[in-house]
């Protein structure tokens, strides 16, 4: 499973590679909109509008970091 920042139409998010089912799988997805799960400030969803959203890819970077914890632990 990866973690990372990935640019959403002007703001970053926070996505996962990880299935909602937790099936193992061998190549990232390619678009963002169909299989990613969201970082929403508390926990993964599918759903794109739930996604806590930072202004620079930076900040989202920075998020990460400081919450791989908590993040990880989710993921």
């Known amino acids: ?5 990935r ?3 002007e703001r970053f ?9 937790s099936a193992a799988h061998k190549r ?8 990613y799960l969201v970082w929403t400030g508390n926990s993964w969803s599918s759903t794109m509008s739930e996604a806590e959203s930072f ?8 998020y990460i970091r ?8 989710y993921g």
Not at 1 to 5: L, N
Request: aromatic letters at 2%; charged letters at 35%; proline letters at 5%.
């Open 28 to 35: 990232a997805p390619k678009n963002l909109s169909d299989t």
């Open 13 to 21: 998010v926070i996505a996962s590679d990880r299935q909602p089912d």
């Open 1 to 5: 499973m990866g973690v990372m920042a």
């Open 55 to 62: 202004d620079t890819m930076e900040a989202a970077e920075e």
């Open 7 to 9: 640019k959403r139409d």
């Open 66 to 73: 400081s919450h791989y914890e908590r993040v990880m632990k």
